[in-house]
């Protein structure tokens, strides 16, 4: 008969308490393992949707990257063709999109409405960001895109125009001129960052440059690559044969434009390591309690078993051992409780309340993270242990004497 | 203090007490319970330990049996002396040479009779099978052999006492201490139980030794030792007391 055997049957006879202290290692643990699943998809969400916002990379022009600019395009990237063509010769890109950035008034002849416009190639950019699934009203530019724009939902609202009404787009030229082309509103987007939202506007590459008077010049090259792709070594093979071609770039990764992604990573790693410290605290205090009123009850049982020539450390082993087995079943009940509960949140689809200066909440989506599950199950054992170790300790010093003494 | 009976043929007693001194403190007093005491107990030694309540039997009992540390004096194991072993030790001690039976019979409640006989076993290492044999075979002396797989909580309190005696017989002790064996038991049972007592004494030459009111015990007792105030009054080896 070991420790842990003995441990055991401690637990089996002690049913209620083992059962009391299973519930809070089991909701602990799902508590982990859900948490961990839901932040888990958030970051993948957040990733895929930066990256196809910014691309995998991009390449712009070297001084673009430390200063601003006083004119339109005026460190954009010239004879963008020729640049695009490279980029895309190399084996890890899967598509290279031309984007220009602008700003200008858009009119409906009686309201002027500042704009932050992007001209882009509408098929490629479609095919690789998801563009044609954000218009809610009327359709994707087409095309080249022709003279057609897309609007923001709020951008269309305050100019009160709808697809098929036509704008005036004012921006300035390269050279510091004022230019101003027609376009027709082919479609309104919904950018789900209110304040971009108001503003937003789209045109093909054709009505941006006669808007701009610059041809072949883009603002930079967005750079999507294939699947499993290695990052860092593409980013280096196509500067080196950009710059080989007598391209100014530089290339950046998502990681380096989307510095939010690393603030929101670290505002959610930190109140998940928060709550989790809480949850830890709970259960090491709630089990501490239990253990301790087990040594209490249990006294001269460990006195007898002291007596019988069981070591200190024996007794130690033992109360250790039922707290690890109460962290084991409370984990098993934990993972079987979070399934159920992660298929009823991914079932019923419950949308989260809108981000600040957001326009939709995004649907609850807690994903099978396993190393969420190991990393509960660790996190369970080490806590029961350390609830266990002190009241194991106090047992496993218990004066014999007084333990057998004890009523 | 009373000098340890005559020697006897056998020349290294099991056990040896050099005046042993052990005071408990009683908030801000110190009390004595057990005041420069000597004492011998030999192999197969049928010993009873008496005295008022206060005068030191079970703390001699404690201190002999290593569950408890005299303040001073020196205490010898088969001739080894015990005052510096470890707590390891000590268990390890008492786990393969004592045997220890119990007022309130403090068998292991999870565990069933022929559980709590091999419990002891279990601690030294004897394998699986020949630690069920021992046990059937320990229950079968203490009449207790249909018994076997009984949690304590279903046996009545003298078949409980005989499982404990079982219990403390199942590494081959040299040494059975018992701290008020019948004090919880009826008198027929108490009767029975130290019958058996001094029969597994005889017939396996094991010492046993009693801290007791209990006349019964003192009647059949072969060595009766005196405590009064933690001091030996009298150490009387009783030649017509039945062996």
């Not at chain 1, 699934?133 to 022709?146: A, P």
């Not at chain 1, 084991?328 to 079932?347: E, K, M, T």
């Not at chain 2, 390891?88 to 309130?104: K, S, Y």
């Amino acid at each position: 008969m070991s420790s842990f055997a003995l441990a055991w049957r401690n637990l089996v006879r002690q049913r209620r308490r083992t059962a009391l202290m299973g519930v809070v290692v089991a909701f602990g643990f799902a508590a982990f393992a859900l948490a961990g699943g839901f932040i888990a998809q958030s970051f993948e969400g957040l990733r895929e949707g930066t990256i196809r916002s910014v691309g995998q990379l991009q390449a712009v022009d070297r001084r673009a990257v430390s200063s601003s600019e006083e004119t339109t395009l005026e460190f954009g990237i010239t004879d963008a063709a020729r640049a695009r063509a490279i980029v895309a010769r190399d084996p890890a890109v899967a598509s290279v999109l031309p984007r220009s950035d602008f700003v200008g008034l858009a009119t409906n002849g009686a309201k002027s409405i500042p704009y932050l416009g992007v001209g882009v190639d509408p098929e490629p950019e479609a095919a690789a960001t998801g563009a044609r699934e954000l218009v809610t009203v009327g359709s994707y530019l087409s095309g080249d895109g022709g003279d057609g724009v897309l609007l923001g939902t709020g951008l269309a609202s305050a100019l009160a125009v709808r697809p098929g009404d036509r704008v005036t787009l004012m921006a300035t030229t390269p050279d510091g001129s004022l230019n101003a082309v027609d376009g027709v509103v082919r479609g309104l987007v919904d950018v789900r960052i209110k304040e971009l939202n108001d503003r937003y506007l789209a045109a093909g590459a054709g009505l941006v440059s006669r808007l701009l008077q610059s041809s072949g010049t883009v603002s930079k090259l967005v750079i999507f690559l294939k699947p499993g792709a290695d990052e860092a070594a593409a980013a280096r093979r196509i500067a080196s044969a950009l710059s080989a071609a007598g391209h100014n770039v530089t290339l950046r990764s998502w990681r380096q434009l989307a510095v939010f992604y690393e603030q929101v990573k670290l505002l959610y790693v930190g109140i998940f390591g928060f709550v989790g410290t809480v949850l830890v605290v709970i259960v090491i205090l709630s089990a501490a309690i239990v253990m301790t009123m087990a040594v209490t009850e249990r006294t001269r049982e460990i006195g007898t078993l002291r007596a019988l020539g069981t070591r200190p450390s024996g007794v130690l082993w033992m109360f250790l051992a039922e707290g690890v087995a109460i962290a084991v079943i409370g984990c098993v009940a934990g993972a079987v409780f979070a399934f159920i509960v992660r298929a009823v949140l991914n079932a019923w689809g419950f949308t989260l309340p809108p981000p600040p200066g957001g326009t939709h909440g995004e649907p609850i989506h807690v994903q099978l993270y396993p190393l969420a599950y190991a990393a509960g199950l660790v996190a369970m054992v080490v806590t029961m242990g350390i609830a266990s170790y002190f009241p194991a300790r106090r047992a496993a010093r218990l004066s014999i004497v007084e333990a057998l003494a004890h009523v | 203090m009373a000098p340890s009976p005559e020697p006897g043929s056998d020349p290294s007693p099991l056990l040896e007490a050099r005046d042993v001194t052990r005071t408990y403190r009683m908030g801000v007093e110190r009390v004595p319970a057990v005041q420069d005491v000597s004492l011998q107990v030999r192999a197969s030694e049928f010993v009873a330990l008496q005295g008022p309540s206060g005068s030191g039997k079970t703390t001699l009992l404690n201190i002999l049996g290593l569950l408890d540390r005299p303040d001073a004096g020196t205490l010898l194991i088969a001739g080894r002396e015990a005052g510096g072993l470890s707590e390891n030790e000590r268990a390890d001690l008492r786990r393969d040479r004592f045997g220890f039976v119990f007022q309130t019979f403090n068998l292991i409640p999870v565990l069933s009779a022929q559980e709590n006989v091999a419990y002891p076993m279990a601690l030294a290492g004897v394998a699986a099978g020949e630690r069920r044999t021992r046990a059937e075979q320990l229950l079968a002396a203490v009449g207790l052999e249909q018994k076997a797989s009984v949690r304590p909580d279903l046996l009545s309190g003298g078949q409980r006492q005989r499982v404990a005696i079982a219990r403390a017989l199942a590494n081959h002790p040299a040494v059975v201490f018992a701290d008020e064996p019948t004090a919880n038991l009826d008198s027929k049972t108490a009767e029975d139980i130290l019958d058996l007592m001094r029969g597994l004494c005889d017939s396996r030459r094991v010492a046993f030794l009693f801290a007791t009111h209990d006349p019964r015990v003192v009647a059949r007792a072969r060595r009766v030792v005196s405590l009064h105030d933690g001091r030996i009054e009298s150490d009387v080896v009783s030649p017509e007391a039945p062996r």
